[in-house]
T-cell receptor, first 111, second 114 residues
Framework: AQSVTQLDSQVPVFEEAPVELRCNYS??????LFWYVQYPNQGLQLLLK??????LVKGINGFEAEFNKSQTSFHLRKPSVHISDTAEYFC?????????FGAGTILRVKS | NAGVTQTPKFQVLKTGQSMTLQCAQD?????MSWYRQDPGMGLRLIHY???????DQGEVPNGYNVSRSTTEDFPLRLLSAAPSQTSVYFC?????????????FGQGTRLTVV
């Protein structure tokens, strides 16, 4: 069965600092990978997705992620965070049109 | 373009009551899913559908029923509510076009069972 592990439940960071949210997945086959963001009391919004091709994927709001097949990782990065990036971030793997989510990482940006 | 619409946004039920969470999409997507979100557990798949008339169970289906009579609608029924079903429920619809795929989520229904 597919599984997704987000290695940090919370990540505190100061405004304008870089951040990395870590995600590892288990799969023996090719996968589609996603990062979603959830702002308080809202639904999930797609940040970026990896389907195939270049392993560096750029998304919205200045986020990017790198697919590493050998390490089965898909870490999310942003070089300089803003207060408005405070939210919960979910990594997900798709198979058979179903998504398997990680437990989520709460990013807290402090001024 | 409304996307995925869920109703109601909030609901309080008494143990043993039944209710239906509504989900509608206007993107003509074949695939629709229901997830529940609980703190520290991410989103877990309850039921999904690959097209009208076709549904299947996900990871946590017990206590829930679904049907898909049209492409647009995918209601989730709680048969006899239990406190363990207190959660936030999300409906999603998705497309698959060649190698491209993406899921779109509703705003969620926050359900409390007392």
């Amino acid at each position: 069965a597919q599984s997704v592990t987000q290695l940090d439940s919370q990540v505190p960071v100061f405004e304008e600092a870089p951040v990395e949210l870590r995600c590892n997945y288990s799969s023996s086959v090719s996968v589609y990978l996603f990062w979603y963001v959830q702002y308080p009391n809202q639904g999930l919004q797609l940040l970026l997705k990896y389907l195939s091709g270049s392993t560096l994927v750029k998304g919205i709001n200045g986020f990017e992620a790198e697919f590493n097949k050998s390490q089965t990782s898909f870490h999310l990065r942003k070089p300089s965070v803003h207060i408005s990036d405070t939210a919960e971030y979910f990594c997900a793997v798709e198979y058979g049109n179903k998504l398997v989510f990680g437990a989520g990482t709460i990013l807290r940006v402090k001024s | 373009n409304a996307g995925v619409t869920q109703t109601p946004k909030f609901q309080v039920l008494k143990t043993g009551q039944s209710m239906t969470l509504q989900c509608a999409q206007d993107m003509n997507h074949e695939y629709m899913s229901w997830y529940r979100q609980d703190p520290g557990m991410g989103l877990r798949l309850i039921h999904y559908s690959v097209g009208a008339g076709i549904t299947d169970q996900g990871e946590v289906p017990n206590g829930y029923n679904v049907s898909r009579s049209t492409t647009e609608d995918f209601p989730l029924r709680l048969l006899s509510a239990a406190p363990s079903q207190t959660s936030v429920y999300f409906c999603a619809s998705s497309y698959q076009q060649g190698a491209d795929t993406e899921a779109f989520f509703g705003q969620g229904t926050r359900l409390t069972v007392v």
